[in-house]
């Protein structure tokens, strides 16, 4: 028998063997059955012995994903979740796995969808779309995998050996107050739009997403306290954001000109979706801004122009994140440069310090010498310490148990 083995207790850990310069791993199961391996790398080893020994722990050594699962079969299943779990199934999850349902056989076996297939589509994409939309594809993919994991249907998730473009596609465009002006007076032109001119108000002065905007109720607003609750944002948190006096009066017109027995702020007022909430304004949003002469500009920018106009005007970051619903500094940092004071302090550290100037003498000469009543300087004894030699023996009253040299040679009375 190998002395290695016999010798070494493999249950704290690969074991290296020098006679074959590799690392060994043994794990032995609950049922009595074993599992030996070699390695070159002792990071390899640690990282299957730690795997099996976590399912060891957790009871689910002995489970095996079947190898009979096809990806159209686990796909139906994905989806049927995924519609009640994802608010964004339909906007989201379904377009991109309609992506790789088109690139996939549906006969494909889970086990065989391998990385260098799922890197093949990934490239071929590139070419037609953003990268930004193939991370977004790779991304449901990825979380596909994941949920088969989870539920037994497949053994490791291919799209973790995957590299991602991970570009920067965040954009900064806001609204000058030029531009803001012209873009309301050409919304009030727009008749096949009606309220246009009053959701850019709401939207540049509240923040909220076209979502959380186009489904207001009347019940989310307090008028009383000058706030509107969102119930739940993309986030699927509740959302709470003030009302400033230009809101508040919007909304009062509003609220007087209300459909009867309708619950929602924005709603259809005619046609078979009268009463229902307004879901998009693209085709008299778009014509608003050819009539303003904006370029480059989208619905979601006029959430951008809340946070920049309040980072302009002296707004903290924090605040402006509690504004927009964010729960981290992460995505407000792009604001940051527009703030007249980010930075300017740091950066006034290395300026020169001001020159001192003495405090100005208002007494005369001899005035310092001088002190009130009640305040005269007590007198020191001025004789000085009396230094005391004491004997040095083991025992007696001079000898220190200490390594500082002053306090082992004398000691100081006074």
């Not at 690392?23 to 030996?36: A, M, Q, T």
């Not at 009640?84 to 690139?103: F, M």
Request: with cysteine.
């Amino acid at each position: 028998m190998d002395e290695t083995r016999r010798n070494r207790d493999f249950l704290k850990g690969p074991v290296w063997n020098p006679e074959r310069n590799r690392w060994l791993v043994e794990i032995r199961y609950p049922d009595g059955s074993r599992l030996r391996k070699r390695f070159r790398r002792e990071r390899e080893a640690l990282r299957i012995w730690s795997a099996e020994q976590t399912k060891i722990d957790n009871g689910t050594w002995h489970e095996q994903a079947p190898k009979t699962v096809t990806f159209e079969t686990a796909l139906k299943q994905y989806r049927e979740y995924s519609t009640v779990q994802n608010r964004s199934h339909d906007s989201y999850v379904e377009p991109a796995l309609s992506v790789w349902e088109a690139h996939i056989k549906a006969s494909t076996l889970l086990a065989k969808i391998a990385p260098a297939l799922i890197e093949d589509v990934k490239l071929r994409r590139a070419q037609d779309v953003a990268h930004t939309t193939v991370d977004k594809d790779l991304a449901v993919l990825k979380a596909f995998f994941n949920w088969c994991m989870a539920r037994s249907l497949a053994a490791s998730n291919p799209v973790c050996r995957v590299k991602f473009f991970n570009e920067d596609n965040s954009r900064l465009r806001y609204l000058t107050e030029d531009e803001y002006s012209r873009l309301i007076k050409a919304a009030k032109t727009i008749e096949t739009s009606p309220l246009l001119a009053e959701k850019i108000i709401l939207s540049v002065h509240t923040g909220l997403r076209r979502g959380s905007l186009f489904h207001m109720r009347w019940d989310y607003v307090d008028f009383l306290n000058r706030v509107v609750r969102i119930p739940r944002t993309k986030s699927g948190r509740p959302h709470a954001v003030p009302l400033n006096a230009t809101v508040v009066t919007t909304l009062q017109t509003l609220y007087t000109e209300r459909l009867p027995d309708c619950p929602y702020v924005f709603a259809h007022a005619t046609g078979r979706q009268a009463g229902e909430p307004v879901k998009d304004v693209k085709n008299g949003f778009h014509t608003a801004l050819e009539i303003a002469e904006i370029k480059d500009f989208t619905w979601h920018d006029l959430r951008h122009t809340f946070a920049s106009w309040l980072i302009m005007k002296g707004a903290s970051l924090r605040s402006v994140a509690e504004l927009l619903g964010h729960r981290g500094l992460r995505m407000v940092m792009r604001y940051a440069h527009l703030s007249p004071a980010y930075l300017s302090a740091e950066v006034g550290l290395l300026d020169a310090p001001p020159a001192q100037t003495p405090p100005p003498q208002t007494g005369g000469a001899g005035a310092e010498k001088r002190a009130k009543k009640g305040q005269r300087a007590q007198k020191r004894d001025q004789r000085p310490a009396k230094v005391v030699e004491f004997p040095k023996g083991i025992g007696s009253s001079g000898w220190i148990r200490t390594s500082n040299p002053p306090v082992n040679s004398r000691m100081l009375y006074h």
